[in-house]
């Protein structure tokens, strides 16, 4: 189980072919390697935990604070620091860099990311709404939401009202999401399907936390050529 998460940067959409001619379409993400800045112990902060610095950084974009940090650790400036809590601390050192070769035998992964902003948007459109009458009266108000809230008593409208407002540019986690290879060379990790975001989105991958027990797409085409070895047996 990996309990550490990369970041990485996705490129765009693309498509893999199979021996067998099925099309599976990707998403392509250009992963990071993480640094291991410090190794947390359970006397220290009452849990075991390491803190990994992701990205580049220019000195001069840095408070003084966070130049004291690095130049303490003897490491280079990171853009940003992530905490993950781990059961065993001594795999881990200080100075130690992760890249994509953690997912080399990882068949489902984690993603987060943020989703592609829409700006303000209706209540037909952010709730899928029906709108309101076409015709009869309607003046000039089909696609509004209608009523939102009450007479006297208690006389608001409740938080969480479906109305129109900001959509997109949230934060988005989707589960088992398939790996469909990796490219350790050039550390380019391949997704099957879509994921939230435009391109060059910051996306964080991590090893599914769920038990998956579904069968990957190799796992499929390669029960389907051995059923197809396998000879018929002759009907008596």
Excluded: C, W
Aim: hydrophobic fraction near 30%.
């Amino acid at each position: 189980m990996i309990e550490i998460a990369l970041i990485g940067r996705k490129i765009g959409m693309t498509r893999e072919f199979y021996k067998s001619g099925q099309l599976v379409p990707v998403t392509v993400i250009k992963m990071e390697k993480a640094r291991v800045i410090e190794v947390i112990n359970e006397e220290k902060r009452g849990y075991k935990a390491i803190q990994l610095g992701y990205g580049k950084i220019k000195n001069s974009k840095l408070t003084k604070s966070m130049k004291g940090f690095f130049a303490k650790k003897n490491t280079e400036a990171k853009k940003r620091l992530k905490e993950f809590r781990v059961l065993d601390t001594q795999n881990f050192k200080e100075g130690n860099e992760f890249g994509i070769e953690i997912f080399k035998d990882t068949k489902f992964v984690d993603t987060r990311s943020k989703t592609i902003g829409k700006g303000f948007a209706g209540a037909m459109k952010r709730h899928n709404f029906g709108g309101l009458r076409a015709s009869h009266g309607v003046s000039i108000s089909h696609r509004s939401h209608g009523s939102t809230g009450q007479r006297q008593d208690p006389g608001k409208v409740f938080k969480g009202k479906k109305m129109a407002g900001h959509m997109g540019d949230k934060l988005r986690t989707m589960q088992n999401i398939e790996v469909i290879k990796t490219d350790i060379e050039n550390d380019l990790l391949y997704l099957k399907g879509s994921i939230p975001g435009s391109k060059n989105t910051e996306v964080i991958v991590k090893e599914s936390v769920k038990n998956i027990r579904k069968k990957t797409i190799k796992e499929k085409i390669k029960i389907a050529e051995e059923a197809k070895k396998t000879p018929d047996k002759k009907k008596k």
